[in-house]
T-cell receptor
Framework: GIQVEQSPPDLILQEGANSTLRCNFS?????LQWFHQNPWGQLINLFYIPSGTKQNGRLSATTVATERYSLLYISSSQTTDSGVYFCAVDISSNTGKLIFGQGTTLQVKP | EPEVTQTPSHQVTQMGQEVILRCVPI?????FYWYRQILGQKVEFLVSFYNNEISEKSEIFDDQFSVERPDGSNFTLKIRSTKLEDSAMYFC??????????????FGPGTRLTVL
């Protein structure tokens, strides 16, 4: 089946620093989403980005579907950015099943 | 803004008992999903549901699990006889229709199930 690999697995930043999280996938996808899991366990939608580039405040994401990767950029990080970031992909247009990566655990220190 | 809701937020049960987890998907969405996340692990797909029937299920979704849309708004996951290894966070999600433009999946806040 499709493999979804995220890197790095763990990341520690000082507040104000920038970071790039990567998601590689092994097959063509119809959908790609980025989520932030907060300390309460909730999955917060960040981006729906099967291709192209999107920006939302300090966050932006780029998916290069032909090369099978997506990047999530966090600029001027804040302590509230801490948590786990998941990439998830859908390879089927019939059911929309999302396959999640293992996540990147981000800790932003004050 | 419309959102997916789930109840209860936390359920504690004894091994062997039946549990029903409830979800209210976003009202104009047609596809519904259940996922689970064992503590410290990634989120795993359980089942997708469309037009009152299961469209796809994973190997995890064995005969102990069932899903139902009992009315026009609720979507439920039943575990018939819980095991210790069923302890996890269970997420409900919904989307408009796979394959359509802007078919983003939205997740509920989750139900944390603890089996003792």
């Amino acid at each position: 089946g499709i493999q979804v690999e995220q890197s790095p697995p763990d990341l520690i930043l000082q507040e104000g620093a920038n970071s790039t999280l990567r998601c590689n996938f092994s097959d063509s996808v119809n959908n790609l989403q980025w989520f932030h899991q907060n300390p309460w366990g909730q999955l917060i939608n960040l981006f729906y980005i099967p291709s192209g580039t999107k920006q939302n405040g300090r966050l932006s994401a780029t998916t290069v579907a032909t090369e099978r990767y997506s990047l999530l950029y966090i600029s001027s990080s804040q302590t509230t950015d801490s948590g786990v970031y998941f990439c998830a992909v859908d390879i089927s247009s019939n059911t929309g099943k999302l396959i999640f990566g293992q996540g990147t655990t981000l800790q932003v220190k004050p | 803004e419309p959102e997916v809701t789930q109840t209860p937020s936390h359920q504690v049960t004894q091994m062997g008992q039946e549990v029903i987890l409830r979800c209210v998907p976003i009202s104009n969405h047609l596809y519904f999903y259940w996922y689970r996340q064992i503590l410290g692990q990634k989120v795993e797909f359980l089942v997708s549901f469309y037009n009152n029937e299961i469209s796809e299920k994973s190997e995890i979704f064995d005969d102990q699990f069932s899903v139902e849309r009992p009315d026009g708004s609720n979507f439920t996951l039943k575990i018939r006889s819980t095991k210790l290894e069923d302890s996890a966070m269970y997420f409900c999600a919904s989307s408009i229709l796979p394959g359509q433009p802007n078919n983003e999946q939205f997740f509920g806040p989750g139900t944390r199930l603890t089996v003792l």
